[in-house]
């Protein structure tokens, strides 16, 4: 019995083709997937055993197909000649197919690792977002921080009442705030360049001193020192520093706090000197009671033994220069006693610029004041005021009298008067433009006794009794001099309205 070999043949031929069509069909939505994802790994490996597969299905379908067409035409001596070819052909074709995947396997190891890569850097990256925004927001944070304080501190170095000053370990001064350009007598507009702080210590043993407390202690306070302004005049101060030291490439240097203490040196002079004069007030008082009475009982035996002498003798002229010398010394003693605020004051009504022309005009009529420019100045504000108006007088000619002496044959002096609204106060100024007072006498000229006049031109009672009647009055008297330019008294007068009593 004789089988047909035409089911093997047909299905032989259509599965070929179909094995064609089939494997090229596989191609097309592998294309699609791997052009939507181009660097996925799957994607192309599947590209890759889909091109391998179509390759041996091609192979293999055309080998079959070519079999057959040459076994129905007779051919088969060639298809013996071609089959090993064509099996070769499909053995390639599979190793290829097995080659793509065994090198996907590697492929998709490093894929694995990529991937673990490329998941850690984005991780990272995430992480250094939030860092960097973290990083940007402590930034602005903390130049918001730092703003701040430099506000704070330019603050306070430029508002600061007290001079501060950074120097460097040499003493140049490599800032300066603006209280202390003014109270080194500075402009603004000044350079700093190569200028030392010590340069304005009237002593350089004192900077001396300075660097080496601050090198051994690395600080010094409240040091008092004296300080040279640029116009040469000199300051009392108290200076505190520490050091710094400057962060790396930076300099070293020294900070200065500085107190201008000149204010309170003349004010403890004052309140010594005040004291001074009270004690030497209650002295001469007590002097003056006890000496006041023996020259009493001497002048009165000299004016009773004068009545019974004849002008004309010798003995008359000895009881005179007894009597003059007694007299005097009663006036002295009349002084103290006014010194001492012992006397008893007259207090009335008084217009006080009316008082300082009537006394000028005095002064000018019975002094020789000729080639002198005298310059008034009266504040017509000034109110009514409850005062010694006798007492007073006697202060503004001691003052107008010391003027004319200074001055001597050309000059001016000045006579004003000013109403200090918010203090509620008088002030009386003379001025001069004499031969002044030296530094070192200003401190003793309200002591009794004490002149720069020449022997036998004045007691230096004077400006002693203006300051005890001034005290008195509950007022101050306040003196300014220069050698050589001149001296100005000012009288401050505490103003009691006539209508608050007496």
Request: charged fraction near 25%; aromatic fraction near 8%.
């Amino acid at each position: 019995m004789t089988i047909s070999s035409f089911p093997v043949i047909f299905v032989d031929i259509a599965g070929s083709v179909l094995m064609i069509i089939l494997s090229s069909m596989c191609l097309n939505p592998v294309h699609r997937l791997k052009n939507r994802d181009p660097n996925n790994v799957i994607w192309t490996y599947l590209l890759w055993v889909c091109y391998g597969l179509f390759l041996f299905a091609v192979s293999r379908s055309v080998g079959h197909l070519l079999k057959q067409v040459l076994v129905m035409t007779a051919n088969e001596e060639i298809w013996k000649v071609i089959n090993p070819f064509s099996g070769a052909v499909n053995t390639f074709m599979f190793i290829i197919v097995s080659s793509a995947t065994l090198f996907f396997e590697r492929i998709w190891k490093i894929y694995q690792q990529i991937s673990k890569d490329r998941q850690a850097i984005q991780s990272a990256h995430r992480e250094l977002l939030n860092l960097n925004q973290n990083l940007e927001r402590l930034v602005e944070e903390r130049t918001e921080a730092l703003a701040v304080s430099e506000h704070k501190y330019r603050r306070i170095f430029e508002v600061s009442k007290d001079m501060i000053v950074v120097t460097g370990k040499d003493g140049i001064i490599m800032e300066l705030n603006p209280e202390g350009y003014a109270i080194l007598g500075l402009k603004r507009s000044c350079s700093l360049n190569s200028m030392k702080f010590k340069d304005f210590f009237s002593d350089e043993k004192e900077w001396e001193r300075i660097e080496k407390i601050v090198e051994r202690k690395g600080f010094v306070t409240n040091l008092e020192i004296e300080l040279k302004r640029s116009d040469g005049v000199r300051m009392g101060a108290l200076v505190s520093g520490s050091f710094d030291a400057g962060l790396p490439g930076k300099e070293d240097a020294i900070h200065f706090l500085v107190k201008d203490i000149e204010q309170r040196r003349l004010m403890e002079k004052q309140m010594a000197q005040a004291d001074k004069l009270a004690s030497i007030g209650q002295l001469s008082a007590g002097i003056a009671h006890e000496i006041n009475n023996p020259l009493g009982v001497i002048l009165g035996y000299t004016q009773l033994l004068l009545r019974n002498e004849k002008e004309e003798t010798d003995r008359y002229n000895d009881l005179k220069t007894i009597e003059k010398h007694v007299k005097n010394c009663k006036s002295i003693v009349k002084d103290l006693l006014n010194f001492a605020r012992s006397s008893k004051p007259e207090i009335k009504t008084t217009m006080i610029n009316e008082a300082a022309d009537d006394v000028l005009n005095f002064i000018l009529h019975h002094s020789k004041l000729d080639g002198i420019d005298i310059i008034r100045n009266y504040d017509k504000g000034v109110p009514p005021m409850l005062l010694d108006e006798k007492k007073i007088r006697q202060v503004l000619i001691n003052l107008l009298m010391n003027a004319g002496h200074a001055v001597g044959k050309k000059g001016s002096i000045g006579l004003s008067t000013e109403y200090i609204r918010q203090d509620n106060k008088v002030a009386i100024k003379v001025s001069d433009t004499g031969y002044g007072v030296k530094k070192k006498d200003l401190p003793r000229i309200f002591d009794p006794f004490f002149t720069t006049k020449p022997t036998g031109e004045g007691t230096g009672l004077g400006l002693s009794v203006s300051y005890g009647i001034v005290k008195s009055h509950g007022g101050d008297i306040l003196v300014e001099s220069e050698p050589g330019k001149g001296t100005k008294f000012t009288v401050l007068l505490p103003v009691f309205s006539p209508e608050a009593g007496r």
